[in-house]
């Protein structure tokens, strides 16, 4: 299993970044993907995950109605659209991948998922 991220970059405040999550090596179907960030000297936190066999959607409250997760079978890629993006987005940005069922069910933590991106930098100036 790879995941491969992109998408990150430099933004003010407002703005809007898409992030890419291609995976390989797994059947998207078959797999939950969550994104997390992190910052210097804080754990990492999940944003948002997405599960087609679970039917299930997760967002934390700080990205409700901003950000939308979305996947495309044909192409294994999962998305992070994020608008109105503010300075507190401004992190690391991981996806990750886990087979077992309710892995997009909450609690959601780092160890929910086995499989990690390298990450992406997304910067949201003020």
């Known amino acids: 299993v790879q995941l491969v991220e992109s998408g990150g970059g430099f933004v003010q405040a407002g703005g809007s970044l898409r992030l890419t999550c291609i995976g390989s090596?797994?059947?998207?179907?078959?797999?939950?993907i969550a994104w997390f960030r992190q910052t210097p000297g804080r754990e990492r936190e999940v944003v948002s995950c997405?599960?087609?066999?679970?039917?299930?959607?997760y967002y934390r409250n700080s990205v409700k109605g901003r950000f939308t997760i979305s996947a495309d079978n044909a192409k294994n890629t999962v998305y992070l659209q994020m608008n109105s993006l503010k300075s507190e987005d401004t992190a690391v940005y991981f996806c990750?991948?886990?087979?077992?069922?309710?892995?997009?069910?909450?609690?959601?933590?780092?160890?929910?998922?086995?499989?990690w991106g390298q990450g992406t930098q997304v910067t949201v100036s003020a």
């Open positions: 990750a991948a886990e087979s077992l069922r309710n892995a997009c069910v909450g609690p959601i933590t780092t160890s929910t998922y086995d499989y």
């Open positions: 997405i599960s087609i066999f679970d039917e299930s959607t």
């Open positions: 090596g797994f059947t998207l179907n078959d797999y939950a």
